[in-house]
């Protein structure tokens, strides 16, 4: 994106008249006018036919504006933000292959139950048989099924489409002013025309306001999440549940009504904790096809994962534009009693992301200030017991599982070695292509 700037250009003029004027009048007239330099951007839609009709596997690509992370077996499901999910054979952890890419449009979340990939593509969920990495088949498609999808940072319109591009105009006014020479709003609505005085890239910013019987492993920002014969996705305000029974036939089974901001989903054993950007949500699910609300830990205003072990939850809240606060900390919650958690301790961060556990070990995304990885066993004392701190990579989320570590981070993908937790060792990386 562009940097911003104000283009805005103030002319005042002031009629005055000279000295013996005075006598005449008893003060000076301001006469005065703004000129304004202003950008209009008109959103441009794509019918929902033609989207649906754009799904296609393709050559693998490089990754650009990577956002979630899946692990399914060997394979490692990396999505590129509103495009699709990059295919990558991760036997050999020292040297990951990409092998395909799957262009979905609008699509930011995934799982993976028996082979069959489920994605989101806007307001569709689809599915894809992925047996033979080599030969992906998309293979039934649910029309209409998040209907809140815009709450993902895309707008959906179920008559004209979806918003996937902005015709930029530049228009220069005159307008009467009172002469204090303020600046107006940076942005504002003419009809369908949004007005913005700062140039650039509106259609980012608008979205930033605005991965045998087996089951993969997703991230803690992960809003997709499957339990047994259920896949969970969660959206702005509703948990949908997904019947998966028959993994190549998934059908919609309801609707569980959440609250607001809602943004995370993490399974463990029979429950389900959502984060949200008021508090921490807990649901038993020993009734898959009805999941129950237990109760709420609730915080202040922020962006919220959670990982979870037997007796307590581990949440990062941090500040940003999305995130609508400033508290920046790791939040300590005893889960013993679920229907009653309770703060243990918090502790001060920089600007946490995503978090990951294993045992008594916890890895936490430090955003621009990297990861920072915990020994938790004493959970009064977590901030003495920093064992590393990466400081070197912008990290976004990560997955632990049997001794290796994926990150993704702004600048790309990343494999440690854990096996020694005091002494992770770099095994790859894949970087973001660069123009």
């Known amino acids: ?162 918003v996937t591009d902005w015709k930029q105009t530049e228009t220069t006014e005159i307008a009467a002013s009172d002469c204090n020479g303020e600046q107006p709003i940076d942005f504002f609505w003419r009809g369908n025309v949004l007005m913005s005085f700062a140039e650039g890239d509106m259609a980012a910013s608008l979205q930033n306001r605005s991965v045998g019987n087996t089951t993969g492993i997703g991230g803690s920002m992960a809003r997709f999440t499957i339990y047994q014969n259920f896949l969970y996705a969660v959206d702005d305000f509703d948990m949908h549940v997904f019947n998966i029974s028959s993994p190549a036939d998934p059908q919609e089974n309801g609707i569980v009504n959440i609250g607001w901001g809602i943004e995370t989903i993490f399974p463990y054993k029979d429950k389900l904790f959502i984060g949200a950007r008021n508090g921490m949500h807990i649901f038993d699910n020993s009734t898959p096809t009805q999941p129950q609300y237990m109760s709420t830990f609730q915080h202040a205003n922020s962006c919220d994962p959670v990982v979870v072990n037997d007796e307590y939850a581990f949440v990062t809240l941090r500040s940003g534009t999305n995130c ?90 990343y494999q440690f070695d854990y096996s020694d937790s005091d002494n992770l060792k770099l095994q790859s990386k894949l970087l973001i292509a660069t123009e």
């Open 1 to 162: 994106m562009k940097s911003s700037k104000i283009i805005l250009t103030n002319t005042f003029t002031c009629i005055a008249l000279m000295a013996l004027a005075t006598f005449l009048f008893p003060s000076c007239t301001d006469d005065c006018e703004t000129t304004y330099t202003y950008f209009s951007y008109e959103p441009i839609y794509t019918s929902l036919d033609e989207i649906r009709s754009s799904v296609a596997i393709t050559e693998p690509e490089e990754l650009k504006s990577p956002g979630k992370i899946y692990l399914y077996g060997n394979i490692l499901l990396v999505n590129e933000h509103g495009k699709g999910i990059h295919v990558i054979d991760n036997q050999d952890k020292t040297a990951p292959k990409h092998l395909s890419f799957i262009d979905i449009p609008g699509n930011v979340d995934m799982a993976v139950k028996n082979n069959i990939l489920y994605a989101d593509s806007y307001v569709d969920l689809l599915a894809f048989n992925i047996s033979d990495i080599n030969n992906i088949q998309l293979i039934k498609r649910i029309e209409d099924t998040f209907p809140n999808y815009s709450t993902f940072g895309f707008h959906v319109d179920s008559d004209r489409g979806v």
């Open 324 to 413: 609508e606060n400033f508290n920046n900390q790791l939040d300590v919650v005893d889960i013993k009693d679920l229907r009653n958690p309770t703060l243990v301790k918090t502790y001060p961060m920089t600007n946490p992301h995503g978090l990951g556990i294993d045992g008594n070990t916890l890895f936490l995304c430090e955003g621009a200030s990297g990861l920072k990885v915990f020994n938790i066993e004493d959970v009064e004392n977590i901030d003495q017991n920093l064992r590393l701190h990466f400081d070197n990579l912008d990290a976004y989320d990560v997955i632990p599982f049997q001794n290796n570590l994926i990150l993704i981070g702004v600048d790309g993908l």
